[in-house]
């Protein structure tokens, strides 16, 4: 079973869903969380091979994990949610409202993979192979704007989960999953993109001008009718790099319906 912290509330309100980016954990989410509402219901989830998911059904590339996250909110008896994902969490976090649009009240997605090609796979690379606390931050420093300090408490949750056996080898497994080859070239499978036009939930895309793994101009290839907000300065660990924006637009998303 997938793991993920719930947090229940008295609050009527459905659910907030959290899906995190390639190599992190749920637990990444907390300085995030810590700016939303106390009465927000939440499900924050260990994606499939990472964290306390580690050796749960679903691990592979984007289109698998949604598969397992979505049976796993039925299996939840979870009927509706609002639904933010990050980075690779992004694209799960796409093809879980393709998949079930009548259920997701708006999608927020953070510097989402699987909008083009292009993508530095040996920043991945070297980021799924770290272990240690000091190794994490180096490897954090090649997928943030320069200058950025990687939270220290946000470090040793990620290196406690890397200490698990297999946890290295799993993330390898998931990388290589949603690598192509193209020309030569390697870079990541994309999404159906075509297939969200007038799909109907609102949508909200950040995106930082510094992203060094996921170029800016991917952020074009959204959907019409989507919000998007480009955050100058910021790297592509944005729940790190741009936590009050981040939560302000989430606050925003779970207001509006």
């Known amino acids: 079973m997938v793991f993920a912290e719930v947090r229940q509330s008295s609050s009527a309100k459905a659910p907030l869903v959290l899906l995190h980016g390639f190599g992190g954990i749920g637990a990444l989410w907390a300085p995030v969380v810590d700016r939303l509402d ?3 219901p939440l499900i924050i989830y260990d994606l499939p091979g990472h964290g306390r998911s580690l050796d749960a059904e679903g691990v592979g590339h984007a289109g698998v994990m949604a598969k397992a996250i979505l049976a796993d909110l039925e299996k939840r008896g979870v009927s509706s949610f609002y639904l933010c994902g990050h980075s690779m969490g992004g694209a799960v976090a796409s093809l879980v409202a393709l998949k079930a649009a009548s259920s997701v009240h708006s999608l927020t997605l953070l510097a989402p993979g699987g909008f083009d090609f292009e993508i530095d796979h040996r920043a991945l690379r070297h980021y799924a192979m770290a272990e240690k606390e000091g ?6 420093a090649a997928m943030t704007a320069p200058g950025h300090v990687a939270d220290p408490s946000g470090l040793k949750r ?13 993330l390898m497994e998931i990388l290589k999953s949603f690598l192509v080859e193209r020309d ?15 799909f109907g939930i609102p ?4 995106w930082g001008t510094a992203d ?14 989507a919000v998007v907000t480009l955050i100058e300065g910021v790297g592509h660990m944005l729940i790190d790099e741009a936590t009050d924006v981040v939560a302000s637009s989430i606050r925003v998303a779970l207001a509006e319906d």
């Open 203 to 206: 949508t909200r895309l950040l």
């Open 158 to 170: 990620l290196a406690a989960a890397r200490q698990a056996p297999g946890a290295l080898d799993r």
């Open 212 to 225: 060094p793994i996921l170029p800016i101009e991917q952020a074009s290839k959204i959907w019409p009718g």
């Open 38 to 40: 106390a009465d927000q």
């Open 135 to 140: 190794d994490l931050a180096t490897a954090l």
């Open 184 to 198: 030569g070239s390697i870079g990541q499978g994309t999404l159906p993109l075509n297939s969200f036009d007038g």
